[in-house]
């Protein structure tokens, strides 16, 4: 009798035991709620009782088809400067686009427009040139913190993009795209480039300062979407990379007229151009290939949770390169932090010699996207005749700086055939330049 209640007890308690488990395993519990993974990444809460579900931030799902395949660094994607290990950090710049397709997805996403003050000089603010956000006057609009446009306000700089959340006659209220907060300003309605907004987010370009690199994303059109795998994922599909052509003729010279601080036009130094010795890359793990097919690797495997609907791409990476951003100086800058509109783009735009005004040379396939900074290639000095007469050598693709420190005067240096695949790549409404460290 008792070895039988002792087996009785058993089995209740293995029942006991088992059915804890079962409980545990599907997350019932008295008081709890049953979850299942939300499309957007987030957790969402069936019976909508109790605190507020969890939200896991939404992971943009890539992959890549490799449009530009010269200089490549390959898997794991790292490389050394000066003994520091660099890499490029694919998922953090595709993290990066999220505030903008946020943006994009719920309004009118425009920029500000003061280019070489061309809509009137911003205010001082208490009679300065600055602001507490490090905002400089030149080539920027005034964001007032009052709607009534008076008081208080920030410099906010040509190129910035911002959400329109509301007009009338006067101003525009807007939030700057990529600001934490949600602060909005009141920007006198002539700044705001609601006559030129974004129509589309297709075309990503974004610049990391830390790492010194730069990638370009393109939106993968719905229609066109796989499943993602292992292998498309991480396989590269590489096109042969254009030739780079001569530049013929000079633009009009009203690039050279302007103000240190708006640096619409470079000025910049030969050394600069050529690099210095001190700087030092290690080439070894970079390829120069037309046509390269790699295997499958597993870069982004454990970073693609069903986030996206489906599991797919909704994001290529169509290249990535080396290059050289701004450094501080008198007359330097450092390529500014944030999402910008690329707002035009030149065959070729002129810098000047340092603390003069002549023209030293030119920056061939140049984006603009902010004030004068612009995404470019190799930096090219004119020569001289013994009579004076200027020479243009032809451009240049390669500099050993690109890559290794910040050097420019506020662009973004690349490699010339880079800049000239951008260039061709790029289209107008459809393109930002994000700038991350």
Not at 39 to 65: C, I, K, Q
Not at 109 to 130: Q, T, W
Not at 351 to 372: H, M, S, V
Not at 404 to 419: D, E, G, I
Request: hydrophobic residues 35%; proline residues 5%.
């Amino acid at each position: 009798m008792r070895n039988g209640k002792l087996v009785i007890t058993a089995l209740v308690l293995s029942v006991m035991v088992l059915a804890l488990i079962i409980l545990e395993s599907f997350d019932i519990r008295p008081g709890g709620s049953e979850s299942v993974q939300a499309a957007n990444g987030g957790v969402s809460d069936l019976d909508g009782e109790g605190a507020a579900p969890e939200v896991t931030p939404r992971v943009p799902v890539f992959e890549f088809d490799l449009k530009y395949t010269k200089y490549l660094v390959e898997a794991p994607y790292e490389y050394e400067v000066n003994g520091e290990t660099r890499k490029f950090e694919f998922e953090e710049m595709v993290k990066s686009i999220e505030p903008a397709r946020k943006a994009f997805e719920s309004g009118t996403v425009a920029y500000i427009d003061n280019y070489k003050n061309r809509n009137g000089e911003a205010p001082y603010r208490n009679g300065k040139s600055a602001d507490d956000f490090g905002g400089l006057r030149s080539a920027s609009a005034p964001g007032y913190f009052d709607s009534s446009g008076s008081g208080d306000f920030r410099y906010i700089a040509d190129g910035t993009l911002v959400a329109v959340v509301s007009e009338n006659e006067n101003f525009a209220e807007v939030k700057i795209v990529g600001e934490d907060g949600g602060q909005s300003y009141f920007v006198p309605q002539h700044y705001v480039s609601t006559d030129d907004p974004l129509t589309a987010l297709d075309k990503i370009i974004v610049v990391d300062r830390a790492n010194q690199n730069i990638a370009a994303f393109e939106r993968v059109p719905e229609l066109d979407i796989e499943p993602v795998s292992s292998a498309n994922i991480t396989g590269f599909y590489k096109e042969s990379a254009e030739s780079v052509d001569s530049l013929g003729g000079d633009l009009d010279k009203t690039d050279a007229a302007q103000s240190e601080t708006s640096g619409d036009v470079q000025k910049n130094s030969l050394s600069e151009n050529g690099g210095s010795s001190d700087n030092k890359i290690d080439i070894s793990q970079m390829v120069n290939v037309d046509v390269m097919e790699c295997a499958a690797d597993g870069l982004n495997e454990g970073a693609m949770p069903a986030a996206f609907p489906g599991g797919r791409a909704e994001w290529k990476i169509v290249s990535y390169s080396l290059a050289t951003t701004g450094k501080s100086g008198k007359y330097h800058q450092p390529t500014p932090l944030g999402y910008y509109y690329a707002i035009e783009k030149k065959p070729r735009f002129y810098y000047l010699k340092d603390g003069t005004n002549d023209i030293e040379g030119y920056a061939p396939y140049a984006i603009r996207f902010t004030a004068g900074a612009y995404v470019h290639g190799v930096a090219v000095p004119y020569e001289y005749t013994d009579d004076g007469v200027r020479v243009d050598p032809g451009i240049r693709e390669f500099s050993n700086s690109i890559g290794t420190v910040p050097l420019s005067h506020k662009c973004v240096r690349n490699y010339t055939s880079h800049a000239k695949f951008l260039y061709d790549w790029y289209e107008h409404g459809k393109t930002i330049v994000i700038v991350i460290e």
